[in-house]
Each structure stands twice: as C-alpha cells, then as structure tokens.
C-alpha cells in the first residue's frame, strides 16, 4: 500500500470466491483453537559453528564453502554499487572494507545459512555490539549501512549456496537489471504468500502453514521479525490490505468454503469475522480511501464477485461476471479507482477496472500464465502485474499510464503464484513461494 494524496493503495493478495446475494454480515466471529505448529523449530535454530560441521563428514564433502577473500573478490567486482553507496554515506573505504570483513568472516564461519539474511544480521549485531558503537559514535547513517550489510550477508549466502550439491533452493538468479537477488526469508510455506504495507519502509506478509495456520512475517524499515501465528484453519492462501497507518485487513477462505476476516487495529488483532459465502478461490483485497474495502473472489460457476466495506456495513455480493481460472488480484490507485486482475480460461492474463462510476469489460492482456497473478502501484495511473509463466519465472508486464509494455522475464524458479506491493514511488517488493517452501523475496528501488 502506498498513500497518495491521503488514499492508500496496496496490492491485494490472492485467495476465495462466490456467495448468494442476500445476507449481510453478522459480525459472528469464528474462534478457531488450531493449537499451532513452530515454525522454526524446521530452520531457526541457533546458528551452526561451520568449525563444528568439520565433525559431519557427509556434509564437509558435499558443501564447499568458499572464503572470505573469494567473497570480499565477488564484491568487489560484481557489486562495486555497494562501495559506492557507502561512500555517499560518508564511510571510508577503508571502514567499508573492514565492515565487509567482519560481516562476511561472520556469515561464512559462524551463520547458519538457513536463515535469512536479516536474521544473520540481526545475530552480528548482537554478537558484535561494538560496530554499532562505532557507527554511531561516527554519525553515520546507521538504517543505510544496516540495509548494507544485510545485503552483503544475502550476497555471502548466495556464494555459499552455489557450492552446495543439485538446484538452489531460492527461486534462482537475479534478472539483468536493477531487480535485487532473491532473499530467503525462511518458514515453510503450504501457500501463496500476501503482502500489504501501511507505511513507507514497512511490510506485512502472510501466508499459510504447516499446520494451515496464518502465519505472519513482518519488515519494520531496519530488520524482519521472525514468523508469528494467528491461528486459524486456512483452505486458500490468505489476501491482506491496508487502508491506514497501523492497520491491516487479511482475509481467507475457511473449511466451509466461507470467507473470514481478521484485522489489525493498532493495538491488537481481532478474532476471526464470518462472512459468509462459498468460495473456490482465494480472496483478494483491495482499499480506495481509508476504512473501505472491496473484497474479490471467484464463485461456484467462476465469475468474479465483490463485497464492499463502506465504512460501516458489508454489501451483498455483486457478480461481476467474467469466467476466471484462478485467484483473482486487485489495487486501487485513487479514491474511486479499482483494477482487478484474474487468469482467464486460455490461461492468459485478464484485467477488469472501475472508474468511478461503472465497470469496463474484461481487457485480454495475454500471457501464459501458470499461476494467478498480483498488482501493485507506485502511483497514480500506473500498475505492475506479475506472474508466473512458462518455466516457473516470474514475468512482469507495466502500466505507464498510456499503454501496456511487454512482458519483462525476471526469473526465478517459483513454486507458488507471486505477491507485489508498493511502499513508495519507486519501490516495488515481490514475494514468492520458493522450492524448499522458504518464502524469498525480490525488490526493485528504494
């Protein structure tokens, strides 16, 4: 979600579908009392000494780490932008080399390379308090340099995953342009992951778990914080949208096929909100003005239907017709703009729009899609939708506000659809299932 002009707009994640026209919502809250399943007990253990693995001889002779002068010789030549960026921080290159030390020496000697990046980092702050010292005492930016050397840890694991026997766990290189490399966030994914943001710099992402819990994983501008349990029994992957600064909806798809809701209010989550209807997808959301939200869903007979919040009641369903062959995805990028997006019957990418007043036909945007899609916005009148294509890649086709470009392979090797969100006018944040079932995540701006 990124505010424009006081309207937030968000990408909508995927998920449910179809209810009769004729009931309103009751305000019933489901309790559901899944006792959850810990993540991390699967890959957030206590890092791993690499001196100790020395004693596991299968797995010394079957991963080849590399060292720390071949990593720093990777930085230097291949991301000379990060010395750059330092230096219009104000930090010497000789501080930069140093701190690139420390941070790769770390990485590759004590981390365990199952987390992700920033909860390495979070471990070489705690286990190195002094460079913070440092960097403060110095009046150096410390959020840059944190994002920094977060991205020399992601750098360093790529290394030591690339001596590691058979595929790559991620979803595969970076594309050839100014797209970051894939970062593994960890967990276990049963589900497309969601992601929505009500404030600059920060980022909410959902998605469901081994034990089809909600689980929650969320960017607060300077580190990740480790996944968090909602509960919940999820038959769908979850949808989620902002419409305020420290407010979130998310929505999914129940064991009866119903649509539920829970929400952020700033203080604490509600319980879980029945509304109904019977579903064959996953929902989708999206937020035109603040306390509003169009809720999207493919029904029984695949149509396209919507329910709305309006500030104090939930609508009936409205068919919008259509005849969809996945999750639908929506955004608004201004107060009376909604564009929703769907895999039509040929497997090709669809779009529908309001205005303001009415809504267009379905628009045949092409493709060959082997997953739904996800939109997001930077700004007004300009959209970015992603899928997974042929391949398993991701695939991004643009809105510049007067015509569509073509489709742009980014890459990557996904094993679920994708999830997009705008933070800023020049950020764009992609998420996806991986295929070790780790949520990995791809950025363009800042």
């Known amino acids: 979600m990124y505010m424009n002009n006081g309207y937030p707009y968000y990408y909508g994640g995927t998920v449910p579908g179809y209810y009769p026209a004729n009931q309103v919502p009751t305000n019933y809250y489901a309790q559901m009392n899944q006792i959850p399943v810990n993540y991390y007990d699967q890959y957030n253990q206590v890092p791993v000494n690499y001196y100790e693995q020395v004693n596991q001889p299968m797995y010394v002779q079957q991963t080849r780490r590399p060292t720390v002068q071949q ?22 290159r000789q501080l930069t080399d140093a701190l690139f030390f420390f941070v790769v020496n770390y990485t590759i000697n004590q981390a365990n390379t199952n987390q992700s990046a920033s909860q390495i980092y979070r471990l070489f702050q705690r286990d190195t308090p002094w460079i913070n010292i440092l960097i403060e005492s110095l009046n150096l930016p410390l959020e840059t340099i944190d994002r920094i050397l977060t991205r020399v840890i992601e750098i360093t694991l ?55 819990a909600l689980y929650h994983k969320w960017w607060d501008g300077r580190s990740w914080s480790d996944w968090e349990s909602l509960g919940g029994v999820l038959t769908s992957p979850p949808g989620a949208v902002s419409w305020g600064p420290n407010r979130i909806d998310v929505f999914v798809r129940g064991t009866d096929n119903a649509l539920y809701h829970k929400w952020w209010d700033g203080s604490r989550w509600n319980d879980w909100e029945n509304l109904g209807g019977v ?48 999750e639908p ?70 809105w510049n506000g007067s015509r569509w470009s073509d489709w742009e392979n980014l890459g990557g090797n996904l094993t679920s659809a994708p999830a997009a969100v705008s933070w800023g006018p020049n950020r764009t944040d992609v998420f996806a299932r991986g295929q070790n079932n780790n949520l990995y995540h791809i950025w363009q701006g800042r």
Do not use: C
Request: charged content about 20%.
């Open 71 to 92: 990593v720093l010789q990777t930085l230097r030549s291949e991301h000379s932008n990060l010395y750059s960026q330092m230096e219009r921080a104000g930090v010497s």
């Open 158 to 212: 790529n290394e030591i995953r690339r001596g590691q026997p058979g595929p790559g766990p991620g979803p595969g290189p970076r594309p050839d342009n100014d797209w970051s490399e894939w970062e593994n966030l960890g967990g276990v994914l049963t589900s497309a992951p969601t992601v929505s943001s009500w404030q600059q710099n920060r980022l909410d992402v959902f998605a469901r778990g081994t034990d089809n």
């Open 329 to 398: 995805a929506a955004v608004s990028w201004g107060p009376n703009r909604i564009d929703v997006f769907a895999r039509g019957q040929n497997n090709n990418l669809i779009h529908k729009w309001w205005d303001g007043r009415n809504w267009s036909d379905w628009e045949n945007l092409g493709g060959t899609l082997t997953s739904a899609p996800t939109v997001s916005s930077k700004r007004a009148n300009r959209l970015e939708v992603f899928v997974r294509g042929t391949g398993n890649r991701l695939y991004r086709r643009a």
């Open 279 to 326: 579903l064959t997808s996953g929902p989708a959301a999206s937020s035109r003005r603040s306390n509003q939200l169009d809720v999207f869903v493919r029904g029984n007979n695949n149509r396209l239907y919507q329910k709305t919040w309006d500030g104090s009641r939930w609508t009936d369903w409205v068919d919008l017709g259509g005849n969809l062959n996945s």
